[in-house]
């Protein structure tokens, strides 16, 4: 302990000593910077001077040389001048940033992706498992994850199920009318085939493409007034899905400023961070909401889809809140079907409610622990993953796991980086 002691004093005598040596070596810096700054305004004067005498000289030139009506002159000229060039140059800008109206514009697919996309070759495309591109459906599905920033809610199965699939399900809108970013559906023969709207113009559809066992990426095109006619006899066009997603407007508060993610994930962010929840818990959540709704106002305003297990109309909202849960939901957030913002706020009650008070209490949810485990999450996209696995097991609790949860998580992390 002695030697501890001794040890102690002599540290803090050192310390004190480089306190000592840092306040002098502080002192001379500043002195110098004070030098330096002197030096800087007298040579700056001096070049001031000498540029105005230069002005003079050039005015007293042209005064001789051009009269005073002829200076008249020459400034309206100047001013002309400029404010053409401050004309053509803010529209040379609005040009170089592809922004119309307050917009992204649509970006066409014209080449083949890289095979280090995530959308098209890793394991978020759901057909990248199994066998990947080159694929027409693996493409499409990865085309429009490319778009939108979020995994599309498309049929995994094959081509020719994709159009009825969607419209039994009410996912996206659908038509006869080519549109960009839309998913065109063919069948065939023995099967069928998708493609993605990438430019019309001139009267002309032109679609990107990948084919099973074929070509990995490919374009073709069709005349607008017959858009089916790709070349192929025995095809026939079944329609087109809008599954691609336009951005919005920009917002710059927080996190949520990546016009490629969906309005629901920045409507919920937005609420979120407000309440003081990092980008973690946030993705963490929204990895659970998506895999309950896919974001979708059918199912979050009208309840039910299949991972909540439940009977129409005894679930709802966006967490598809289930049995006794979706009643009191309904009871303590009137507006739950109107209004999705009412079911954040009912989200983030049960969330701090934490369990406590009775069951008929408001904003009672049975869960526990589930916000200070969030909490205690690093705010990164790890984190993200362990905040949807916390939410689920605290809080939603499903029978089919949290494993995609997580991925979703860490997708909407990358969609709100």
């Not at 439940?310 to 303590?332: H, Q």
């Not at 109107?338 to 701090?352: K, P, R």
């Amino acid at each position: 302990m002695d030697d501890y002691n001794d040890a102690e004093q002599l540290a803090g005598v050192g310390g004190s000593a480089l306190r000592g040596a840092g306040k002098i070596a502080n002192a001379a810096t500043r002195r110098l910077r004070e030098k330096a700054i002197k030096k800087a305004k007298k040579e700056s004067a001096a070049a001031i001077r000498k540029v105005a005498h230069l002005v003079k000289m050039v005015i007293a030139g042209l005064i001789s040389i051009l009269g005073p009506i002829g200076i008249i002159v020459l400034s309206f000229v100047v001013i002309i001048f400029m404010a053409f060039g401050a004309t053509a140059g803010s529209s040379s800008s609005a040009g170089g940033t592809g922004m119309v109206g307050g917009s992204q514009q649509f970006t066409p697919r014209l080449t083949a992706p890289s095979t280090s996309s995530r959308y098209y070759y890793s394991t978020d495309n759901p057909f990248y498992p199994a066998y990947g591109m080159p694929n027409c459906t693996a493409y499409a599905f990865g085309r429009i994850y490319e778009l939108n920033g979020s995994r599309p809610n498309l049929c995994t199965g094959n081509a020719e199920m994709w159009y009825d699939y969607n419209k039994s399900h009410n996912y996206y809108p659908y038509g006869s009318t080519p549109k960009l970013g839309a998913v065109a559906v063919w069948v065939h023969p023995g099967g069928g085939h998708v493609a993605v709207v990438e430019k019309i113009e001139n009267n002309t559809v032109t679609y990107s493409n990948s084919a099973y066992n074929g070509t990995n990426f490919y374009l073709n095109t069709a005349p607008l007034s017959d858009p089916g006619n790709v070349g192929a006899t025995d095809w026939t066009l079944q329609g087109y899905i809008y599954a691609y997603t336009p951005p919005i407007s920009n917002t710059s508060s927080g996190i949520v400023n990546n016009l490629s993610a969906p309005q629901f994930e920045r409507q919920f962010a937005t609420f979120f961070e407000a309440k003081g929840f990092n980008k973690a818990m946030i993705c963490g959540m929204l990895g659970n909401i998506f895999r309950e709704t896919s974001y979708l106002p059918s199912n979050y305003f009208a309840g039910y889809v299949p991972d909540a297990f439940g009977a129409v109309g005894n679930s709802g909202g966006i967490c598809m809140w289930y049995g006794d849960n979706c009643t009191r939901f309904k009871r303590d957030c009137p507006n739950w079907g109107v209004d999705v913002t009412a079911q954040f706020e009912y989200l983030y009650q049960t969330l701090i409610k934490d369990g406590q008070g009775s069951y008929n209490d408001k904003y009672y949810y049975w869960c526990t622990g589930c916000l200070s485990r969030m909490q205690a999450v690093p705010n990164t996209k790890d984190g993200a993953r362990q905040a949807a696995r916390i939410f689920h097991d605290y809080y939603e609790r499903s029978a089919t796991g949290s494993a995609d949860r997580m991925e979703f998580a860490a997708t909407t992390w990358d969609n709100l980086s």
